[in-house]
Every structure is written in C-alpha cells, then in structure tokens.
C-alpha cells in the first residue's frame, strides 16, 4: 500500500471516529441521568441564575416600597432602617409605626388603647396614621384626658383603620371603619382630603406586612 492511500485510509478512519464521538455526545446531552460531563462543565451548564445576596434582596424591596409612595412629608422618613420604607414594608403595621419617627405619639397612643395585638394581626387593612404634629395641634388638657380614656382613646383611633389595603385608585369613597362608623375620603391622585375634617395626605401609599397606610396631618374624630 503506498502513502497516498495509507495517508486517505487513516483521514477517513479520523472522519469516522469523529461522527461516532459527536453521535455519542448529542445522545448523552438528551440523558438526564447522565454522568459522564466533567464536574466543571456540569457547574457551568446547570448553574442557576446569579442570586441576590440578603442585602441586596432588602435594598431591592425598600426601592420598591419608596417608588409606591408619594407626599411631601415621605423625605423625613429614615433611609434605612426599621423606620425605613423597607423596614416597615416587613413589619405588621403598629410594629411598623413604632420605629417611624414621625408617628411616635400615635404608637404612644396606640399603646395605652391596647390596640397593638389588634393592628397587628389583622388582615389587610388600611390606616390613616396622624403625624405628630397633628396631635401638637389638640390642646394639652384635651390630649391628656382622651389619652386617660381608654374607650374614647380606642373609638378615636379605630375610626382611623378600615378594611382593605386600598391604593391610591381605591381611596375615594365611603369605607366603614373599625369603629364601626363611615369615613369619606374624597380626591384623586395625590390630592384627598380625609373625613371631615378634610385632612390631607402627608405620606401615602406606605406598604406594611399587612397594611397601606397614608400619614396624614389632622387626627380624625368619629361623631359622637
């Protein structure tokens, strides 16, 4: 046999090795219970998706948590934090409250109507939540002697919460609240105002485990 053809025979020979391990190859790609990939290219092949870390997970929530709300009293709420956007996002709601600077004297409120447990474990609510100042604006005998009042101090506040964690959209309208009586929210948009006494929305749209809740600048009373 002379080169020419010892030289064909042994290219064909490499042509035919090569179709057998590439038929080989596809038919072990199709075999789930196949072993035979090296551990590097299984790791390569089967890695899922790059996973957020913790903090990043967190970081991504309360940027959601901030891009829902609106008002101008939302840049006095903590960047970061339990009283953060984020940490009240995961918090159930008088939780949530009790870290936000500008809710201190409702939480104190809240507190000595022994309405924490209640706020807390309700389902989907939503809470008209008056800034501090809003209570400032009560005379301090009149503060004083409703905060004294457990039953007065327990129907004023859940005249502030009624049913449904109600978006923007959903605002208007009459609801019935925990107390048993009607608050009407009248607006649109970013504009409302809230029961009679017209209260505007400092901060609204606040997400909380179980709760929306809107900050507003007037503490609503329920008649009497």
């Known amino acids: ?7 064909k025979l042994v290219k064909s020979g490499l042509a035919v090795l090569a179709l057998t391990m590439s038929l080989g190859l ?5 075999d789930d219970s196949s072993t035979a990939a090296d551990p ?6 089967s890695a899922p998706a790059e996973e957020s870390s913790p903090a990043e997970e967190s970081s991504a929530a309360g940027s959601d948590a ?3 709300v609106f008002g101008p009293a939302c840049s006095a709420v903590p960047a970061d934090g339990d009283g953060s956007f984020d940490g009240m996002a995961t918090a159930p709601v008088a939780s949530a ?4 600077p ?3 004297t409702l939480v104190t409120a809240v507190k000595k109507a022994g309405l924490v447990d209640t706020l807390n474990s309700a389902e989907g609510i939503t809470v008209f939540a008056p800034v501090n100042d809003a209570f400032a604006a009560i005379p301090p005998k009149d503060l004083k002697a409703v905060l004294a009042d457990k039953k007065l101090l327990t129907t004023i506040l859940t005249h502030h919460v009624v049913a449904g964690q109600l978006s923007p959209d959903q605002l208007a309208g009459d609801h019935e609240t925990l107390a048993g009586d009607m608050l009407t929210v009248a607006g649109s948009g ?3 105002q809230i029961g009679a006494e017209k209260a505007t929305v400092l901060c609204g749209n606040v997400p909380t485990a179980n709760a929306t809740v809107y900050i507003v ?3 609503l009373m329920p008649k009497m």
Do not use: H, K
């Open 102 to 104: 500008l809710l201190s």
């Open 40 to 45: 590097a290219d299984q790791t390569t092949s």
């Open 97 to 100: 409250a009790s870290a936000n």
């Open 217 to 219: 600048d007037t503490v």
């Open 190 to 192: 970013e504009d409302f």
């Open 26 to 30: 596809a038919a072990c790609g199709f």
């Open 1 to 7: 046999m002379n080169t020419t053809t010892t030289g």
């Open 66 to 68: 901030a891009a829902q």
